[in-house]
């Protein structure tokens, strides 16, 4: 018997382990899991933003069921989402998450590998606001005064940027670590000068405890805080597929969203989370109701996460350097805007230049 060739028993030997890694990567898992922020209400679980309609409309749920595949949403609380999700993802009990950029960052900075997969619109504004009788006018005319602000939470780097363009520092200020409902209560109470905070500034404003000197309305779009889609980079690559169903479901979802005659419908059910609807439609003026639905990679949102890295390393939120290209992956947007043909629905957001705040 002849003995046989190198070459071929190395082929013999490598077929099977070839077969075998080709199965692995492409066995479907049992269950998809997504994390989103969720409210509770009336005994009844309201999901945020687009989730929403993408578990209103059951297109996702109903695509994974085809392949015997469940689809199930992780609530997490605002309070502690960042921490939440991000130990979610380290245990591998998540595949997709809605959530924000600077705990995205420290996660991947840390070694959880996770990738943008869906821009999450525009992004949503923050604020600057005053007890009412203050003689404040900017952030300049706050220095050496307390300020009250959640440290760690996305906001903090739109502060940095404002403190930044006005050649200001942390350490010009008292800040004093508080969530925004803390905030608003020593603002109320006279413990603090000002307090820097989302869309609730309006609420201050109604109920005649704040006055908004300063929003990023006023400032470049790459100032807002964002939270987007991002997927684990290891189930992004095994399975692709499955991650195109998922973009393709929000996007589907931020069409019907985007749309204006929708807009009415969409913010009567996102106030049943517990934020007014005055303050849900002050939040989006300014700006086409469109846009703030917007899954584009555009300069600005590459411009958001640049700056995101450079500022979560020089605050020493992270060691390690992260990688912008490694961070966005837009391959999935950019298949299923072409498929679902709305390559020419959004277009990418002009640059604006900052106020003086």
Do not use: C
Not at 28 to 41: F, G, L, S
Not at 214 to 223: E, L, R
Request: no cysteine; net charge neutral; charged share 20%.
């Amino acid at each position: 018997m002849s003995t046989p060739s190198l070459p071929r028993l190395l082929r013999h030997l490598l077929l099977p382990l070839a077969l075998f890694t080709a199965q692995a990567q492409a066995a479907e898992p049992q269950t998809v899991r997504i994390a989103t922020v969720a409210y509770a209400n009336a005994g009844k679980i309201i999901f945020n933003g687009p989730a929403y309609v993408m578990d209103r409309d059951k297109v996702l749920e109903q695509q994974l069921a085809q392949r015997n595949i469940k689809l199930e949403w992780v609530p997490a609380a605002t309070a502690s989402v960042g921490t939440f999700v991000n130990e979610e993802f380290t245990n591998r009990r998540i595949d997709f998450a809605f959530y924000g950029d600077l705990p995205s960052i420290i996660a991947n900075a840390s070694g959880v590998s996770t990738q943008l997969i869906v821009p999450g619109g525009s992004g949503n504004n923050v604020y600057l606001v005053v007890p009412p009788g203050s003689s404040v006018k900017s952030i300049a005319d706050l220095k050496g005064k307390r300020i009250a602000l959640h440290r760690g939470r996305p906001w903090e780097l739109s502060f940095a940027k404002l403190l930044e363009a006005n050649q200001l520092g942390f350490d010009d200020f008292r800040i004093f670590n508080l969530n925004p409902q803390a905030g608003a209560a020593a603002l109320s109470a006279g413990r603090v000068d000002a307090l820097f905070t989302l869309s609730d500034a309006y609420l201050l404003e109604d109920k005649q405890v704040g006055r908004i000197i300063w929003s990023s309305k006023q400032a470049p779009a790459d100032w807002k805080m964002r939270a987007e889609l991002w997927g684990a980079k290891e189930f992004i690559a095994q399975q692709p597929e499955i991650t195109q169903l998922v973009v393709d479901a929000y996007l589907k979802a931020a069409h019907w969203t985007a749309q204006p005659q929708n807009q009415a419908a969409y913010q009567a059910y996102q106030a049943q989370s517990g934020q007014p609807l005055s303050v849900l439609q002050r939040e989006a003026e300014g700006q086409p109701w469109a846009q703030h639905f917007s899954p584009l990679y555009d300069q600005a949102l590459r411009q958001h996460y640049t700056d995101a890295i450079a500022y979560a390393l020089e605050a020493r939120l992270i060691r390690g350097d992260v990688n912008v290209d490694e961070l966005l992956e837009p391959k999935f947007v950019q298949q299923g805007l072409q498929d679902l043909q709305l390559q020419d629905y959004w277009k990418a957001a002009a640059p604006t230049a900052a106020i003086q705040p």
